[in-house]
């Protein structure tokens, strides 16, 4: 059998979170259970079908008392939910898939964003009709080891040397630099937050999606857990996701609501700019195979992104099928 075929047979097996019987899903219990979610970062546009989904009640429906926390360290929370300080964290496929290759047991549950968010920015009279320009000129990352990869395999694909382009870590202060001219173009900002702030201020963005030129497509933010929980907590966590779901597709219905749900929770957001990363990213937030249901992880997609991580030496090894379960998502994880 093709393994990229038997990725996601092997998953069931390994988790054993396959039920016999008709496909119904557990829609509620009798009291609240508590369960603890760390973002990936501080609340956001990205995060806009969670809070829609805890301020409209989905989750006190569905039996839970969902407590979400925003990290002080963006680094921090596949660490904390591998110490049991947390039940699930919003992370990145590349970060988890990183962190699998050293020995953290964390399993990615569903897919928050489907798609790279991940990008090359330059703006203004900047020249960068393809990644090709940017021979001859200095790049700035955050300082990723991925994204110097993402680089050299973008440049490759448009015929570039590598070696005749600069790259220098600016950190976070991706637009900053980009603004004040220290780099001629950046990679790692993201097109629906970074390049959409870049656009309402005038500042004429060039973007270049990482997908769209060489690097292959993975899910950009993730919900994970650890792989013991996955099973242990499985109709728990089931019900978490439904509830997930139905929050985004009430955000796909009504974004101004669920901007409202986000500006409650962090209301130092500027309104403006948070619905038009909404509007922008709510195609991202879904399957574009309208027969998946919502958090699906594609495992070809997954198990090409590890073959690339792999061959650029970022792991030792590819992904093992226990890297993601589709399983605990709506209406999956049952024999027919």
């Known amino acids: 059998m093709n393994r990229l075929l038997a990725f996601p047979l092997a998953l069931m097996a390994t988790l054993g979170l396959a039920a016999c019987g008709e496909k119904e899903d557990p829609t509620g219990a009798p009291g609240k259970e508590r369960i603890t979610l760390l973002l990936d970062f501080f609340p956001n546009a990205d995060h806009a079908g969670i809070y829609q989904a805890l301020e409209s009640g989905e989750f006190e429906r569905a039996g839970l008392d969902v407590r979400i926390e925003a990290p002080a360290d963006p680094s921090a929370p596949l ?13 990145y496929e590349p970060e988890l898939l990183l962190a699998r290759d050293k020995g953290a047991d964390v399993v990615s549950i569903g897919a928050l964003v489907q798609k790279p968010l991940t990008s090359i920015i330059a703006i203004g009279k900047t020249k960068l009709d393809s990644p090709a320009d940017l021979e001859g000129h200095t790049v700035g990352t955050a300082g990723i080891p991925y ?61 270049i999606r990482v997908d769209e030129a060489g690097v292959p497509t993975y899910n950009e933010l993730i919900i994970v857990t650890r792989t013991e929980a996955a099973r242990d907590k499985a109709a728990t966590f089931r019900r978490f996701l439904q509830a997930l779901a139905r929050g985004h597709e009430a955000l796909r219905e009504n974004p101004d609501a669920g901007v409202t749900a986000l500006l409650k929770a962090n209301p130092e957001l500027e309104r403006g700019l948070q619905a038009a990363v909404v509007e922008a990213t709510l195609p991202v937030f879904f399957p574009s195979d309208e027969d998946r249901p919502w958090g699906w992880q594609e495992p070809r997609e997954w198990r090409a992104y590890s073959e690339w991580m792999y061959d650029n030496e970022l792991i030792k090894q590819p992904a093992s099928p226990g890297a993601l379960t589709n399983d605990l998502l709506p209406g999956q994880g049952f024999e027919e």
């Open 79 to 91: 660490k904390l939910l591998q110490a049991g300080k947390a039940d699930l964290a919003i992370s």
């Open 147 to 207: 994204q110097s990869a993402y680089l050299k395999t973008i440049l490759r694909e448009a015929g570039a040397d590598p070696a005749r382009v600069k790259e220098v870590d600016v950190g976070f202060d991706l637009s900053p630099a980009l603004i004040s001219k220290r780099v001629y173009a950046t990679l790692g900002a993201f097109w629906n937050y970074e390049g959409i702030a870049l656009e309402r201020k005038k500042r004429d963005p060039t973007i």
